[in-house]
Structure formats: C-alpha cells, structure tokens
C-alpha cells in the first residue's frame, strides 16, 4: 500500500513537469530568482524613468494587403458544430531584417463584431504562450477535450462580448519566432517595442478596427507587459504622422507589478489562508526586507524556503484546486474545469493538422519558452510609476484578482493599491453574479479593483461566469453590480 501510495506520488510529479504549476515548473518563480540575484550583485537601482527606451525610433511598417484573407481560419480540427464566429491566425513581421514574426489568434464576436471592441490579450511568464495559455485554458472560445483532439464550446468565452486578440510575445514565445536566435534573449523594453509595431501592422491588415475601441489586457507577468505597452501607444499616438491607437483602458489580473509587495503579499496570504505556521511568517516579517535595494540575508532566504517546504505539494496558482494527478483525469473539478487542460492543449497544438489550420510554422509547441524566460534582461522593480501615469492619462485601469491564487495573490494586490497612492471613491461592495457574491469592489480615484471569488491565477478557467461578468463590466466602463 505504501508503496503504491509512493509510486503515485512519483508519477503525479511527473505529470507536473508539463503542468503550469507547482515547485517543478514556475517560470515567473524562474525569472524572478534570476532578477533577484543579479539585481543583488549588480545593486541595480531601476526605478528611473524608463519611458526613453520605450518610446521608438520609426516603426517598421510592412506591406499588410490581402494577408487578411490568408490568415483566416476555416476551421479548427476538433471544433465543435455551430461555430458561429470568424477567427484568424499569422503572423505578423516586426523586424524584417532579424526575420522576426510574432504570431496572433484572433477570435471575432459571434454577434456585433463590426461594434464591439478589440480587446489585446497577453499572458505572463515572461516566455509563456497567450494563445496556448489565455486562449485555450482561460477565456478563449474553445476548450481542448481529454482526447487532445476535439476541442469544446466555452460559452463564457469573451469574445461574446469583444473581439479578442491573442499575441503570443515576445518572439521565442508559442508559435512567434525569429530567424535570428539572438533575439530570444531579449527584456520588457524589446518586448513592448515589437508589440506596439505588431499592432500598428496587424491594424493595416485589419483597417476595421483602427478606430475601434481598444482594450488592452492581461495577467501575472503581463502586470509589466500591458502597462508598458500602454504607455509606448499613449507616446506613439502624440507622434502626428503615426497610427493613432484608441486606447480606452487596461485590465491587469493577478499581476505581477513591484517586487516588493510580490513577495510580502504572498507570505501574508500563506499566512492567513493557513499554508504557514506562525513561526515562519513571524521569522519572515522581522528577517526579510524585500524593498527595493535592501539586501537579502540568510536568515530571510531560510524562511522563504521553510515557507515553501510547509505549503507543501498544492497548486501555488491555486491553493484549493486539485492537482493534475492520474486520479484527477476522471473527476474534473465541480466547475468542470479539468486540472489536467495543459496536457490536452499540449497535444492538440503540436498535431501537424492543427499548426497547419492555423498557418502556424511547424514547431514543438511549448506553453512556454523556457530559454526566453531563464535568459530574460531588463525587468524593472517596480513599473507602479508607469501605472500612475496612466492612472492620470484619463484611460480606465482596472486592477483584478482571483483571490484563491497564490502566486500573485490578492494581498500582493492591495499592497499595490496602497502604494498607488490614491483615494477611494466608492466603499468596498460585493458585485453580484446569479443571485450570489461574484467577488467585492472598490471605486477608487482613476482605478477600480475588483476581485472575482473562488477564482484561480488564471481567472476565467475555474470562474467563466464570474470572470465573463467581470469583463463585461470593465467594457462597459461601469462597476460590477449584478449579473
Ligand atoms: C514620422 O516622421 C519621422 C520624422 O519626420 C520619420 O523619421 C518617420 O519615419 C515617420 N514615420 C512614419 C511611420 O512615417
Ligand atoms: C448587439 O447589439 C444590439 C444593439 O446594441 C443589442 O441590442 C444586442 O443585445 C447585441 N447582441 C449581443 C448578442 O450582444
Ligand atoms: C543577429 O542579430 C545580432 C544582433 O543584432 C547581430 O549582431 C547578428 O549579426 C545577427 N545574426 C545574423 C545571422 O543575422
Ligand atoms: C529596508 O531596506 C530599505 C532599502 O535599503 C531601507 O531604506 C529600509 O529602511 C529598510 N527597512 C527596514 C525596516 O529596515
Ligand atoms: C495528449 O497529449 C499529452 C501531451 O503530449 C500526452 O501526454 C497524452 O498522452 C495525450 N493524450 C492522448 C489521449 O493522446
Ligand atoms: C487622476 O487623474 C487626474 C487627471 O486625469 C490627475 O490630475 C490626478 O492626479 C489623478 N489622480 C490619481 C490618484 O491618479
């Protein structure tokens, strides 16, 4: 029995490698102990303005016409009868002389698409896949069944209510690549330049939504990503002779934004969601200081590790869910949501008919880049200042979190609010969602915070209703009341 209860335990650690969680593979953990270390030796202060290495030297524009038409899709192997919306797929060229190309899913709204907004979405890592990950686990319109095969209809999908854009970003990262490897090691100033040419580009190849409204989104690591990329439109949009992008607001989930409250706010929530022991988070609050510039002592390391070694094998990205196991193959979730999602998605985008359908290159797909991750340059301590400044541009930020998460959890949140330094408009309030708490609100001067109840890391995929509800709100530019 022992043994068996043994090998289990083995073959589950196995099943983690390719699962997006757990100690075996974080790839922000990754990044982030890298940052640290060399930010430590090199006693790197980064909280000068960055804005000069963001605002670009003219944009390559490349020639879009009739691309269109190529990238539209036909239909995906496995999709389920009655899709009723039109998705495209390609790529879209950055740097023509590197031969960098970064890759895109669009997927349109089933009804009023012509009006709806364009909404941006990116996911974190840095070096994970917003098409493999936010399109096929979170809020995309398909779902990729245990057969690796077929895929189902998410009916909580947001592009019931935007068109949805999926960049897979920076290059390296899905299916977007360079012919250049050099440019896989690569950092958030890069990463914003070519995502900003990405959409000047991909608004010729669709003229439609060049005065669309314009949304951009995203969550954990993306908590860098969307602001920056904000910013470099808000710049790029004062340049008279260059395409003016009608920014309306941001949405950052779960979002990884200053290390400082990364770290606090993760100790206390281990803490209060009862995952540490007094001792630990008492050994961390008078051994650690981990503002900006203060050196880590060993006694601070050591309780970080006692931290983890006690939180013990349960999903960081989500303290309740279950873990993807061979046991938990044949009893998804009571949401309906399978733990084991990354496996099917794993198998279904490396079938050669599907990268085909998607005139994808062919590629060993990965959720995310790794090399991308582990060789990542600049990454600023903090980017609060950057949201400030959008806070005071006039366009909407909203800032959510699913509060079962514990990676960038709900507390790292609200440390993020306090140091935003604004003030509330509207008290903290439970929004409503089918006659129960949806999650809870605050108005606050240029920001709204929304949690989404029961929700994990990645939001949408155990809390569709919530999560869709949510969004709908953020469109609307109105607080969540009742859905
Ligand atoms: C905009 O003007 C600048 C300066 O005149 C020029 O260098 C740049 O190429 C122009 N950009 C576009 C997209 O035409
Ligand atoms: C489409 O737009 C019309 C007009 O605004 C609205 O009445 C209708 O509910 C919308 N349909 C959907 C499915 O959102
Ligand atoms: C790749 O890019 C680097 C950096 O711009 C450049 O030095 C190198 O020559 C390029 N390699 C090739 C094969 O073009
Ligand atoms: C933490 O470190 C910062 C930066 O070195 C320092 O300014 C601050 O006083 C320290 N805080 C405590 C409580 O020691
Ligand atoms: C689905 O793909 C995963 C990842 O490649 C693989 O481990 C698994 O065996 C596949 N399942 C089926 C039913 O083919
Ligand atoms: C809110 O925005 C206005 C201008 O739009 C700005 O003057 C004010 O400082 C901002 N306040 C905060 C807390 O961001």
Redesign the pocket.
Known sequence: MKIAIHLSLHFSLLFFVSCYGGDVYDPLENALKIQRSRRSVLNHVSNEDHSAEYSTS??Y?GPQDGLKGVDKISSLPGQPAGTDFDQYSGYVTVDPNHGRALFYYLAESPANSSTNPLVLWLNGGPGCSSFGNGAMKELGPFRVNADNTTLSHNKYAWNNVANVLFLDSPAGVGFSYSKNSSDYITGDAQTAKDSYTFLVNWLERFPEYKTRDFYITGESYAGHYVPQLAQLVLQNNK?T??TVINLKGIALGNAYVDDETANTGIFDYFWSHAIISDEIHDGIISNCNFSEGATLTDACEDYQIKARVAKSNIFFFDIYTPLCSPFSNSTPSISGFDPCTENYILGYLNAPDVQQSLHAKPVQWESCNMFVNTHWQDMPFTVLPVIQDLMASGISVWIYSGDTDGRIPVTTSRYDISKLQTSVKTPWYPWMYQGEVGGYVVGYENLTFVTIRGAVHFVPSYQPGRALAFFTSFLEGKLPTDH
């Open positions: 003219p944009v524009m340049i002779n260059q």
